[in-house]
């Protein structure tokens, strides 16, 4: 956390703690840091984050064969089509405190510190709030040759907001045309 606006820094930071969560048989720790990390993770990183997810809830929910095929179920379904929540994903409940306590250390309002505070909203599971400021920090910039890199925060928390990657997709697609009439 000594660089939250290093989103990849953060994710991996992330993936290690699940990783070391399971290995310590502290399954639901891992499961809510596992829903952390979907949350704040890259599109490139949601299959790893998904899958990170599904064996916390194997682990949490060893019998819970039917709510492990409701999550998988709604990540297909809310990849394929709009309008598609993950009710499975809004039944975990994320230690925001320590996230909360860090973003509440991070002070201005350049474009790097509005993306530390949202990712720490992303961890804290605080989506909606993080998608405000991820569009403030997308605003600030202005940049064509970032545009594309400030789309993927945006989209990023579309995916946080839904729990399901369709609408960060259509984003991130959208968001390449545009650049794509930005270059030329």
């Not at 993936?15 to 969560?21: D, H, Q, S, T, Y």
């Not at 925060?153 to 794509?180: E, I, P, Q, S």
Request: proline share 3%.
């Amino acid at each position: 956390m000594a660089n939250p606006s290093a989103t990849i820094l953060v994710g991996l930071c992330q993936k290690a703690r699940v990783e070391a969560l399971l290995a310590l048989n502290q399954n639901q720790a891992a499961l809510r840091n596992a829903k952390s990390l979907f949350y704040e993770c890259p599109l490139g990183q949601t299959r790893t984050a998904l899958l990170l997810l599904q064996k916390c809830l194997q682990r949490v929910y060893p019998q819970g064969h039917k709510l492990i095929s409701l999550f998988i179920s709604e990540q297909m379904a809310g990849a394929a089509k709009p309008g598609v929540s993950c009710m499975v994903l809004s039944l975990i409940q994320i230690n925001a405190k320590p996230y909360d306590t860090e973003k509440n250390n991070l002070h201005g309002t350049t474009q790097w510190a509005l993306v530390a505070k949202s990712n720490m909203l992303l961890m804290a599971g605080r989506a909606k709030r993080a998608l405000r400021q991820m569009k403030l920090a997308e605003a600030l910039d202005g940049n064509p040759k970032t545009y594309l890199a400030d789309s993927a925060n945006v989209a990023r928390t579309l995916k946080a907001v839904d729990g399901t990657v369709y609408r960060a997709n259509h984003h991130m697609l959208t968001a390449a045309r545009r650049a794509a009439m930005l270059r030329q």
